[in-house]
């Protein structure tokens, strides 16, 4: 069965302060690996995906890098803007749905 | 390019009621897939529909219901609706025939079950 656990839950940064969330993951064969941003209320807005190890994208303040188990966002110089809950997903070969872990839940205070 | 949007934005149901949330994919999109998602948690699969058949399907029991239309709208049923029904329900849709398989959401649905 196809798992993705995130850490860590939550994270409080002070602008500026760089980070690094991880997405650990086991899969029956991977077809990709995907990275979301989620505001509260809000549906999650699609941020990266990656499909194989080694793999690396890029967007403004955010790096997304994916292994054979795990995926690290990076956020370098955090803005407060930045402040949201990111959610991992893997979709395996076998199927279309999309295997979601719990979310880390970032503040970025100024 | 419009985006996927659903209706309503919020709803709020008595126990045993039936409910029926509505998606449209964003443009050029054939596949539509639904979530739920109980507050502090991930999204949960509960079904896709690729061009208006059923092509999978998560954990949930079958008063949880879906159609798809045509024009490659949705629409998502929940009869005899439970007290853990209560959730933010969310639509996604992608293009089912490209190699690109990235999912769009919309904004969801907020459903109160009292």
Known sequence: EDQVTQSPEALRLQEGESSSLNCS????????????????????????????????????RLKATLTKKESFLHI???K?????????AVQSNSGY??????GTSLLVTP | ETGVTQSPTHL???????????CSSQSGHNT?????????????FIFQYYREEENGRGNFPPRFSGLQFPNYSS???VNALELDDSALYLCASSDGQSSNTE?????????TVV
């Open chain 2, 12 to 22: 709020i149901k008595t126990r045993g009621q039936q409910v029926t949330l509505r």
């Open chain 1, 76 to 78: 370098t110089a955090p």
């Open chain 1, 97 to 102: 749905a999309l295997n979601f872990g719990k």
């Open chain 1, 80 to 88: 407060p803007e930045d402040s949201a809950t990111y959610l991992c």
């Open chain 1, 25 to 60: 993951y086991t899969v029956s064969g991977l077809r990709g690996l995907f990275w979301y941003r989620q505001d509260p209320g809000k549906g999650p807005e699609f941020l990266f995906t990656l499909y194989s190890a080694g793999e690396e994208k890029e967007k403004e």
């Open chain 2, 75 to 77: 629409e998502l049923n």
């Open chain 2, 103 to 111: 999912a769009f959401f919309g904004q969801g649905t907020r459903l």
């Open chain 2, 32 to 44: 539509v897939s639904w979530y739920q998602q109980a507050l502090g948690q991930g999204p949960q």
